[in-house]
């Protein structure tokens, strides 16, 4: 079952997937989500958890913060981390940082035409 962003009250279990949703004009409270309620999230044993990223535009320095320090406890708890939908800026800027291996990604919808080629191997097509 999947429900819209806007409509959630706490983050569905979706097959053994744990899902949040970050969008733009709710980045903040995405994140704070991310970061407070991790451990009611795998309480359930989830193998993974999904952070579908399609509603933001581009990823901000604290949202990434947010994954990676997620990553690390989910790490700990063999629960794999996926960003789901990440637009060509997002997955532009994880790339330039150095941390586009760092997180899973699936669901790409854009195609690397148009980037350098030296931004080309590697992308979710």
Do not use: Y
């Given at each position: ?5 806007s ?31 991790l ?5 359930n ?10 509603r ?6 604290a949202?990434?913060a ?34 586009q ?18 931004l ?6």
């Amino acid at each position: 079952m999947r429900h819209k962003p806007s409509d959630r009250q706490e983050a569905p279990v979706v097959d053994d997937d744990a899902v949040v949703w970050l969008e733009d004009g709710r980045l903040t409270e995405g994140i704070a989500e991310l970061r407070w309620g991790l451990e009611d999230l795998l309480s359930n044993g989830e193998s993974t958890l999904v952070i579908d990223v399609s509603r933001v535009e581009r990823l901000t320095a604290a949202s990434v913060a947010a994954m990676l320090w997620a990553k690390r406890r989910c790490m700990a708890r063999r629960v794999r981390v996926v960003l789901r939908n990440p637009s060509r800026r997002s997955v532009h800027m994880l790339r330039r940082t150095g941390l586009q291996g760092a997180i899973d990604m699936e669901g790409a919808t854009w195609s690397t035409q148009g980037l350098p080629k030296s931004l080309r191997g590697g992308f979710c097509s």
